[in-house]
DNA sequence: TTATTATATTGCAATATTACGATAAAAGAA
DNA sequence: TTCTTTTATCGTAATATTGCAATATAATAA
């Protein structure tokens, strides 16, 4: 069908995936890394930088901003987007506590 | 065009992405917290504890497995599923490495 | 042998994602 | 005002994902 069925899992595990789905797509791991890069704002280069055409980087941009891991600031003509450090650092206990569910187990 | 352009993209980005879009469906991050939970071997019950239909649970099953992340040995007419530890260690670092990217971050 | 049980695969419909050309919108420059 | 620059949105085509009924496969039980 195409559907997820988000309502038969929990608020947790949903939320996880639905992190994970924006990772889940290698321009968006590379929009990320180039942020932190930079260590300061970016604007539009990341079209150049990417390489892929301006409306798909921003499809990937709204993704992120979405789920609140960017946040961009209006620079005069141009966007200045910017890491959203807050809620990358939730992000990151949410998913730290999935990823390290493996550390109590005996499992063969 | 739905084609992801993988080549534009760094081997650790897409690794990355790979991992990512595994756990980007909640089943998935539930039949893990299961087999987590269940901290021993677990074989067809994830059909009722998860409640989508047998193809689907299975179709999960082997998302999970193509990307080494669980494994299944048969035991008798049925097959047990267990996490693969070693793998989902390496995993761990892969994508932890990611994530703590921001620590050396000063951005706005 | 013929059930029975457990899992996988096939085929398909519904929906989602990705990518981009065309265009719109918003702000500053001339 | 008009032009230019930058980013967003719309529309659409191609592909991917999700879910399940039907069926196939594999192993054991009777």
Same mark, same amino acid.
């Given at each position: @069908?195409?559907?997820?069925?988000?309502?038969?899992?929990?608020?947790?595990? &949903?939320?996880?995936? %639905?992190?994970?789905? $924006? +990772?889940?797509?290698?321009?968006? $791991?590379?929009?990320?890394? !180039?942020? +932190?890069?930079?260590?300061? =704002?970016?604007?539009?280069?990341?079209?150049?930088?990417?390489?892929?055409?301006?409306?798909?980087?921003?499809?990937?941009?709204?993704?992120?901003? &979405?789920?609140?891991?960017?946040?961009?600031?209006?620079?005069?003509?141009?966007?200045? !987007? =910017?890491? %959203?450090?807050? &809620?990358?650092?939730? @992000?990151?206990?949410?998913?730290?506590? +999935?990823? &390290?569910?493996?550390?109590? %187990? %005996? =499992? =063969?």
């Amino acid at each position: @069908m195409g559907l997820t069925k988000s309502e038969i899992f929990t608020e947790q595990q &949903n939320q996880i995936a %639905n992190i994970a789905k $924006v +990772f889940g797509h290698p321009a968006r $791991v590379a929009i990320l890394q !180039y942020l +932190f890069k930079i260590n300061s =704002c970016i604007c539009g280069d990341l079209v150049d930088e990417i390489g892929l055409a301006q409306p798909t980087i921003s499809q990937h941009l709204r993704a992120l901003k &979405n789920i609140g891991l960017i946040k961009g600031n209006i620079e005069g003509t141009s966007i200045c !987007y =910017c890491i %959203n450090n807050d &809620n990358w650092t939730t @992000m990151k206990s949410i998913i730290n506590e +999935f990823l &390290n569910q493996d550390i109590n %187990n %005996n =499992c =063969c």
